[in-house]
């Protein structure tokens, strides 16, 4: 989408110019003596160094050909490329332009020519070489054909044609000769034996215009209106290409030119509204959108952009004009944009996001549409709003933790605190403190002894606020621990290492992961950014959608099993008759929020599950018709599951492992003896009755 069409509300911003900078060639004049033995320097200064952007420095030959050259690049500052000239090179003026990322440097020239150069002949010298201005060109008539004489009889064939050229469109009176007397001649260069470049020219101006490489499109346009000066075409191109290179100024000029040769002309009426709207001057910019109308009353972005104009005017009945070219043309994004970027002007904040929506669901990439719709979630307070929505109510995995972290520095922020404590501890704090000074006064040779029990005492007396007041899972408890470890602000290494995020972390609990990825990537790319560099960064976003892209898949797979097996717990939920049980509900905390956080755990899972599957329907089934079996059970497991709360003081991977697995065992084999003795017990009795 060309940059016109992204039209800002802020006026002051709209007026700042394209980042130009210089460049410098030496020496700008080369001749023959010399030729072999000069090394040309191209050179120039960068303010900023952009890790893996090419700086490309392009020289043009007087033959309209192009040769880029890269320009290695490791810090800003001053660069230089060296040139070696030898007599490859041709005569004539050579055009040099360069350009790093996004940044243009201005144009320069330089020029190789001959000792004895024939183009000095001065402009009152009088042409030796034309025999009579008004002889004929008609050389031979043969079979009634006129044949063209080329070069022409004015041409003397030791003279570079160029010389003809140059005072052709450098000398007024030498052109007006030259059509008077030579009209049979299409131009210029038909007449002294050269392929004219004009062809050329426009359509390598033409190829860069459609690639949006304005900058480049611009210097082929200049050439073309040197040539051909009256080529509105040209004009218009140029005219857009200055627009999109936000030199708006020079724009407006160009087109005011125009519309006196073409005061109809539809593109340069919608170019000057155009120039007009980014330099501020909306009613001027009013005018010439209305001037539109009047010569295509049905043209959506006439209609578009005059609503934007009146919307920066303050005028709601833009929207008017918006909504009706959008009945024009329903489906395009540029108006649907500015159809956003109104509504966001008059602080319809949802509809406009609801507008970004469906742009980009046409263009899902676009980058500004993204950036604007999250600039309107951040200042509107809907993305904070949502935010508090979704944030769980137990903090119970990795991916949580990071989650409470961003949603504090939302919500309730502090300076001291990444995890600010409850009002309570204030006070708390403060008796620790008065404690110590009054033991320091007492026995001030322990002040060491007494500091670091003080310190400790605050340490714990955070943690168990904070664990209690974000109900955090005691598993966490070591991470949050670290993250206090200083209580002015935390280790900033290890929240830093906390917030680089791995794709897989995004899936071990997937409704946080899913969360962070479509509300809060956006703070957490910056980790990435500064962790691994830009690159990698961004192939970590994708990476990171695909891992939960396929954890999705994976969880739907692993429902449908459940379903077909009768649930997740499926002995549990037979004995205690619902899946809400207590018991069975703290079977599922074990799974799910303890064994199923590591991967050694997940693997253990995986096997259980295969296990146990395999047999626990039957008994389920067999508890539901028997309730002596269903109550023999219960009896077995009611006991047994008091020692989950053994998992209460599992905090490191390695305990969360092996008392889990362990309880896990110790079920499964409940859930079979039990049933099995139960069994066995039951034939026995009818065996003696």
């Not at 001649?185 to 190829?207: C, M, N, T």
């Not at 990825?517 to 192939?539: H, I, N, R, W």
């Amino acid at each position: 989408m060309k940059s016109y069409l992204l039209l800002s509300l802020i006026p002051l911003l709209l007026i700042v110019p394209n980042a130009v900078s210089a460049l410098e060639v030496e020496p700008k004049l080369i001749n023959t003596p010399i030729y072999n033995d000069v090394d040309l320097i191209i050179s120039g200064e960068l303010n900023q160094f952009l890790e893996g952007k090419r700086l490309v420095i392009s020289i043009i030959f007087p033959d309209y050909t192009e040769e880029n050259y890269d320009v290695r690049v490791t810090d800003k500052g001053p660069f230089a490329l060296t040139l070696k000239i030898n007599d490859e090179w041709q005569f004539g003026n050579y055009q040099v332009y360069g350009k790093y990322d996004e940044i243009n440097f201005e144009e320069t020239n330089f020029t190789i020519e001959k000792t004895a150069d024939p183009r000095t002949i001065t402009n009152n010298q009088n042409e030796s070489d034309v025999q009579n201005s008004n002889e004929t060109i008609l050389e031979t008539i043969e079979n009634n054909e006129i044949i063209l004489v080329i070069p022409a009889s004015f041409v003397n064939p030791d003279k570079d044609p160029q010389y003809y050229i140059d005072r052709y469109y450098n000398e007024p009176k030498y052109k007006d000769w030259f059509d008077s007397n030579y009209p049979q001649y299409e131009s210029i260069y038909q007449a002294v034996g050269i392929d004219d470049p004009l062809p050329d020219l426009i359509l390598r101006g033409e190829k860069y215009y459609d690639e949006e490489k304005d900058y480049e499109a611009l210097f082929f346009f200049n050439r073309i209106l040197e040539l051909e000066p009256s080529n509105i075409e040209i004009q218009i191109k140029k005219g857009f290409s200055l627009h999109y290179l936000e030199r708006y100024e020079e724009a407006k000029i160009v087109f005011e030119n125009i519309l006196k040769l073409e005061p109809t002309n539809y593109d340069a009426i919608f170019g000057l509204a155009e120039s007009n709207y980014y330099l501020g001057n909306l009613n001027e910019a009013k005018k010439w959108y209305e001037n539109g109308l009047k010569l295509n009353p049905d043209n959506e972005y006439l209609l578009s952009f005059l609503g934007l104009t009146l919307t920066e005017m303050n005028d709601e009945k833009g929207l008017e004009f918006i909504t009706e070219s959008l009945k024009i043309d329903p489906n395009n994004s540029d108006l649907i944009f500015n159809k956003a970027i109104a509504l966001n002007h008059f602080k319809k904040y949802q509809e406009a996001i609801d507008t970004l929506d469906l742009f980009l669901k046409i263009e899902p990439d676009d980058k500004e549409a993204i950036e604007f719709k999250n600039e309107i979630l951040s200042e509107s307070g809907i993305l904070k709003q949502q935010r508090s929505e979704y944030f769980p109510k137990t903090v119970d995995s990795k991916c949580d933790l990071v989650h409470l972290l961003l949603w504090t520095q939302d919500n309730n922020w502090n300076p001291v605190f990444l995890l600010p404590p409850s009002d309570e501890v204030g006070t708390k704090l403060n008796q620790i403190q008065e404690k110590y000074l009054q033991q320091v006064k007492e026995e001030p040779w322990k002040d060491a002894e007494l500091r670091k029990k003080a310190v400790q005492d605050v340490e714990n007396l955070l943690l168990a606020d904070i664990m209690k007041k974000y109900n955090i899972s005691s598993s966490l408890k070591p991470i949050v621990r670290e993250i206090l470890v200083n209580p002015t602000g935390g280790d900033g290494n290890y929240v830093l290492g906390l917030m680089q995020m791995l794709p897989e972390d995004y899936t071990y609990d997937l409704q946080c992961g899913k969360i962070l990825k479509s509300q809060y990537f956006d703070e957490l790319y910056p980790f990435l950014e500064g962790g691994y560099g830009k690159v990698t960064a961004d192939k970590m976003s994708i990476a990171i959608d695909e891992a939960i892209a396929e954890a999705e898949t994976t969880q739907i797979s692993i429902s449908r099993v459940n379903d077909q097996k009768g649930g997740g717990c499926l002995i549990a939920t037979a004995t205690f008759d619902s899946e809400l049980a207590p018991q069975v509900q703290k079977l599922r905390e074990i799974r799910d929020s303890k064994l199923l956080q590591t991967e050694s755990g997940s693997q253990f899972m995986e096997s259980f599950n295969s296990f146990y599957y395999s047999f626990s329907p039957y008994i389920a089934d067999y508890e539901r018709e028997n309730p002596v079996f269903k109550e023999i059970v219960k009896i077995g497991i009611t006991p047994m599951l008091s020692t989950l709360s053994l998992m209460d003081y599992a905090d490191t991977e390695s305990e969360v492992l092996g008392i889990g697995i362990s309880l896990i065992i110790v079920n499964a084999m409940m859930y079979v003896g039990l049933p099995v003795f139960g069994i066995m017990m039951l034939r026995k009795s009818n065996n003696t009755l």
